[in-house]
């Protein structure tokens, strides 16, 4: 892809984003074609959204890390996105259902890294990167569906355009998290008091920090790298679910704690 084409596409996801409107498929001039082509318009499309004003990617997201998103989806493999500082909040969130166009709400395991991950040690496995984690916490990772129709889009551009992520949740950050069994906690969501689904941490690939351990190798060909203050959203262990103006959303995982939002 030419830096034209990413250039362009860039442009194009951020002037949707900023004002609120659906976006269609890309025109086919600037269209990526493949993954790596989506990360470069992400990274891109980052560069504008923060001189636009929307601040800068304090964390990271990770999509399609468990069966029931890869089958909600239809995409088997990762993909993952950046999570912008002004929209992350802590413990008990409150979002503008009017900000957002199609707003839906995932329970997630999340990590807050102590220590880098520097690119020329890839590739990390699961021990590896558990060093470099100082805190795990429960998560709702808030998203919204922008598209006129995501089933119809290729997944390089939902990749491009931060795979659906609009913000988050972070639980407490517990750091006595290594005396848990993190593939055997179970998470579990509500909305307005009723419960929507359940999952347990080994959904995650297996073990949560396999979600981690690629991404810490898929930074590195980017030019990119974890680092130390970061955290990162590993992957929702209940299928999304899309909320109306005044739902509560309370997630809670076995021994990480809860996080709540409500939509206004």
């Known amino acids: 892809m030419t830096s034209r084409g990413i250039a362009q596409a860039a442009a194009l996801l951020a002037a949707a984003r900023i004002e609120r409107r659906r976006l269609s498929r890309l025109p086919e001039a600037c269209r990526p074609a493949d993954e790596a082509s989506a990360y470069a318009v992400q990274d891109a ?3 504008r959204l923060t001189a636009a004003g929307w601040g800068s990617p304090a964390g990271h997201k990770i999509g399609c890390t468990t069966p029931v998103m890869q089958r909600f989806l239809s995409i088997p493999n990762p993909c993952t996105g950046g999570v912008f500082a002004p929209t992350v909040q802590h413990e008990r969130g409150t979002f503008r259902h009017a ?3 199609h707003v839906g ?3 997630e395991v999340a990590v807050r890294l102590a220590h880098d991950l520097p690119a020329e040690r890839a590739p990390y496995d699961g021990r590896a990167v558990a060093a470099a984690v100082g805190a795990c ?19 390089p551009t939902l990749i491009a355009d931060d795979f659906f992520n609009a913000g988050c949740v972070l639980g407490a950050p517990v750091e006595t998290w290594r005396e848990l069994d993190l593939a055997a906690l179970r998470g579990r969501m509500t909305i307005n008091g009723v419960e929507v689904g359940t999952g347990q941490g080994g959904d995650i690939l297996g073990h949560p920090l396999q979600a981690l351990a690629w991404l810490a190798n898929a930074l590195p060909p980017r030019g990119r790298q974890l680092n ?5 959203l590993l992957g929702s262990v209940v299928e999304t679910r899309w909320v109306e103006p005044g739902d509560r959303v309370e997630i809670e995982i076995d021994g990480l704690g809860s996080a709540r939002c409500a939509f206004a």
């Open 228 to 232: 130390a203050g970061e955290f990162v």
């Open 137 to 155: 916490m429960a998560a709702i990772e808030v998203v919204d569906d922008r598209y006129e129709d995501y089933r119809g889009l290729d997944t």
């Open 99 to 101: 900000d957002l166009l």
């Open 45 to 47: 499309l980052h560069e």
């Open 105 to 107: 709400v995932e329970c």
